[in-house]
């Protein structure tokens, strides 16, 4: 009996370590994520990438949060005394902004504490993981541009459509002077907002002109699902309906509403993932429109596809490490070998997500329409 | 037992009748609401003003909806075989805009369906019964202006605020052209996006604009909230804090920023609600800046209170006819018998809801900065 209370107490001492071992690694520094409604606490995200989710509906059976670590269909919370549901994800997230939803009794809903996103063609919650590199996308005491809703003609799907723009800071200052325009294109299941709401492109405009790490230009970002592309349907994508609205209406409302210069060698285009694919099939049919071309985590050129090595100024290829850096850097390799000026940029330790785009267009912007 | 089955008979076929009757009642012509999210079938309204609720939430023992003729505690829904939940209002809503929530076995959440407003200090799901009325906000081919966001610096705060402005069709054509400028304020628990979403200051001003029934001015919108009123406890409200940033930094930024008339005879506040209380504290305090006030459902102005009766050029007051509409009517009999210039709008068949403000609008911007 004495050995066996030995060993029962030597079972008990190890399992305690490793379980205070296991607890010890989830700092418990959480503060409320930076994409919570105003006054929300939860949730909230640790120092490590840690998130910690409370979720009220006393009377459900099972509340669910679709973060956490791959293949393990997200996080399940617990419910306390009180009827409140707890839970923190199975380890660290990657740093930046993740897109996700709550399942209450099997019915998907949104997380009341945080801000909401258009993502997978829903509004959906958003969560932002602290990233060590996030300075450049924070809102800070610079001179800030403004983005504006504008709604322009498209006689072509019979309607308004929405764009927003980007101007930068000092637009209205001088009214002789001209800007060059990047159209920057959202993903699959996104909308115009994406950019400005989860990308902070004007923030990051903002801080990199203050630091005078580029050239001032103007942002216009539009909806580029024309067609009512459905997920997993994109090999049957066709650009045309898009094209039109962006070539034919969209660029000559921008021209004649803002102070833009309007030739070729003013104009960019990039696009995130499907926009990427947008952009890689409209700049290639209107080479006489667009001199640079990006692509964040949305393809690569070949050598064979361009036309006329001389005609774009730049082609950039980005992409996050854990998607498929070497595609982008052997496309970027083969487009210098044939005389294209062409950058790649691969984003350290993040996915298909947003924090990949918000620093592949820090890198992307100073290389633009650079003398 | 031959008279009872033949009572028990009547008594079936009565209560069938008077529920067919009252079924009846309900014209099945439901259609998606226009505040939904895109592509999504649920919530619909049908032309008496109904609304019609479909949440998916198969293991939940309970879904209410928090819209319904008052004091029956909004819609419970009932779940069929497949595990989603339907419910129809117990009556015709109002014309127009309405917030509402879900609440899902105890837990309150948004609707997936629809569109979020932020009201209530939250985000919350918006639903859009037609109005009789609604060609005046809707969006229509006419030429648009422009809504705009800016982060204009705020020592007083110590922050860089946001406010949307909205610039008239034309704005960017004439760079010599200057405009007045209405600054018009939100209610309690809403923010400096609900102009534009809920009431859709842009789309009235572009169609009263392109009839030629008012003269194009630009309008300011942000947040007034910034000394966080609690809710019933604006009888501690105290106006000192948003008055510095309204007055002494969104307007001198506003001046230097776009082109405005700076002078006191172009300048207007309105407010809703809330926003109206502060609009007539700050417009008493500073009679020197704004020559136009306007309360929408947000209280009155008394003679005693105008201390030169020549200052304002327009005192607006309305409210919808649900709520206490003579006090609106005999303030503006006492203003205009002390020489004021003073107007009463009642909207018909509304509440303390977005339709009365819009209304509101629609007949204020007429008046204002008449020659």
């Known amino acids: 009996m004495k050995q066996f209370s030995l060993i029962l107490g030597l079972v008990l001492i190890i399992s305690t370590t490793l379980s205070i071992a296991q607890e010890s690694q989830v700092k418990e520094d959480f503060k409320p994520s930076l994409k919570n409604q105003p006054g929300k606490e939860y949730p909230q995200v640790n120092s490590q990438g840690y998130a910690r989710f409370k979720v009220e509906a006393p009377q459900a059976q099972s509340v669910n949060v679709s973060l956490g670590l791959g293949g393990k269909g997200g996080t399940d919370l617990t419910k306390d005394e009180d009827g409140v549901w707890w839970g923190t994800t199975d380890g660290p997230m990657d740093e930046g902004f993740h897109y996700y939803h709550l ?157 833009t210069f309007s030739d070729q060698e003013n104009r960019a285009m990039a696009g995130l993932s499907m926009g990427g694919m947008e952009t890689h099939a409209i700049t290639l049919n209107k080479p006489d429109v667009f001199s640079y071309y990006a692509l964040l985590s949305g393809g690569i050129y070949t050598p064979e596809e361009i036309q006329d090595s001389s005609t774009p100024k730049l082609i950039f290829l980005s992409c996050g490490s854990k998607e498929n850096p070497e595609r982008v850097q052997s496309a970027v390799k083969a487009l210098s070998e044939a005389g294209i000026n062409a950058v790649s940029f691969v984003s350290e330790g993040t996915a298909h997500e947003f924090q990949t785009w918000r620093r592949s267009l820090y890198e992307l912007a100073p290389l633009l329409f650079s003398k």
Chains 1, 2 share one sequence.
Request: hydrophobic share 35%; aromatic share 14%.
């Open 103 to 259: 399942t209450v009794d099997g019915g998907v809903f949104n997380d009341p504490g945080a801000l909401n996103y258009y993502g997978s063609t829903r509004w959906e919650s958003g969560i932002e993981i602290p990233a060590h590199d996030q300075d450049f996308y924070m809102l800070k005491n610079v001179p800030h541009g403004n983005v504006q809703q504008v709604l322009f003609p498209s006689p072509s799907t019979e309607t308004s459509r929405r764009a927003f723009v980007y101007t930068p800071p000092g637009y209205e200052e001088d009214p002789t002077k001209r800007y060059p325009v990047l159209y920057l294109q959202h993903g699959w299941g996104e909308d115009e907002t994406a950019w400005s709401n989860q990308g902070h492109a004007n923030l990051i405009m903002d801080n990199l002109l203050s630091e005078g790490k580029t050239a001032p230009f103007i942002i216009v970002m539009t909806y580029g699902m024309t067609n009512e592309v459905k997920y997993g349907g994109l090999r049957d994508f066709k650009v045309d309906a898009f094209q039109t609205v962006l070539v034919d209406e969209l660029i000559p409302y921008v021209d004649a509403n803002f102070r």
